[in-house]
C-alpha cells in the first residue's frame, strides 16, 4: 500500500515569507507526527496529533509554528515569518495508533530559507 | 536528542559483520528502535525490540539490548553495498510515543 508521503520535497523561500508542508500519512493510521531533522542530526520531535486534535505540540520551537490536521487524516505544517533557523527536513510520520506502535514516515521537505 | 548516543562513524568491509552501539539514559523506555537512512531519503523502520527482551533477530539484522547498562546494539551479518546509510537509534521515554533519536552513525561499506 501507500506509505506516507510529503510534499512538496523541496522549498527555498525567503526569509520572512509564510510557508505551508503538507502531510499524506497511511491510510486508516489515526496517529501523525511532525519531526525536524537539522544537517547531521537526528530527527527532533515537533507536534503528536491523534485523530484531529494535537494531543502534544510541546515540540513546537514558538509560535511561529502551527499544524493543524481538520479531518483526521492530511496534516499541513504552517510557518510564519521565516528565518534562516528554519532551515532543515521537515519530516512526518504516521501510526496505527500512538503509544507502541511502530511509527513510519515520509521522504521529508527540504526547506531552505534565503 | 541528547538522551540517546551513538558512534559516528563506521566502516565496514563488504562481507563482514558490522555492529552499531547506541547508549540511552530512560530507563523507562518501552520500545527502542533502529531506523536506516539513505541519501535524500526518509527514515525506514528497520526494526524494533521491546524493553523486556534481551534479544530479537530478523534475517540478517540480530538486536541485542542491555538494560541494565542501557546500551543497545544492532549487528547486521553479511553487510551488502546497500546497506551504506545512517542507522538511527530511539527511544520512546516513559513509554510515550514521542521518539527520540540519536544523532545517527554513518555505516560506509567498502569492497
Known amino acids: 500500500g501507500a506509505g506516507v508521503s510529503q510534499t512538496p520535497s523541496n522549498k527555498v523561500t525567503e526569509k520572512g515569507k509564510y510557508v505551508e508542508l503538507r502531510c499524506d500519512p497511511i491510510s486508516g493510521h489515526t496517529a501523525l507526527y511532525w519531526y525536524r531533522q537539522s544537517l547531521g542530526q537526528g530527527p527532533e520531535f515537533l507536534i503528536y496529533f491523534q485523530g484531529t486534535g494535537a494531543a502534544d505540540d510541546s515540540g513546537l520551537p514558538n509560535d511561529r509554528f502551527f499544524a493543524v490536521r481538520p479531518e483526521g487524516s492530511v496534516s499541513t505544517l504552517k510557518i510564519q515569518r521565516t528565518e534562516r533557523g528554519d532551515s532543515a527536513v521537515y519530516l512526518c510520520a504516521s501510526s496505527l495508533q500512538g503509544q507502541g506502535h511502530e511509527q513510519y514516515f515520509g521522504p521529508g521537505t527540504r526547506l531552505t530559507v534565503t | 536528542g541528547e538522551d540517546v548516543e551513538q558512534s559516528l562513524f563506521l566502516s565496514v568491509r563488504e562481507g563482514d559483520s558490522s555492529v552499531i552501539n547506541c547508549t540511552y539514559t530512560?530507563?523507562?523506555?518501552?520500545?527502542l528502535y533502529w531506523y536506516k537512512q539513505e541519501p535524500g531519503a526518509g527514515l525506514q523502520l528497520l526494526t524494533y525490540i521491546f524493553s523486556n527482551m534481551d534479544m530479537k533477530q530478523d534475517q540478517r539484522l540480530t538486536v541485542l539490548l542491555n538494560k541494565k547498562d542501557k546500551h543497545l546494539s544492532l549487528r547486521i551479518a553479511d553487510t551488502q553495498t546497500g546497506d551504506s546509510a545512517i542507522y538511527f537509534c530511539a527511544e520512546t521515554p516513559r513509554g510515550d510515543y514521542k521518539l527520540s533519536f540519536g544523532a545517527g552513525t554513518t555505516v560506509t561499506v567498502r569492497a
Open positions: 530512560d530507563s523507562s523506555s518501552t520500545y
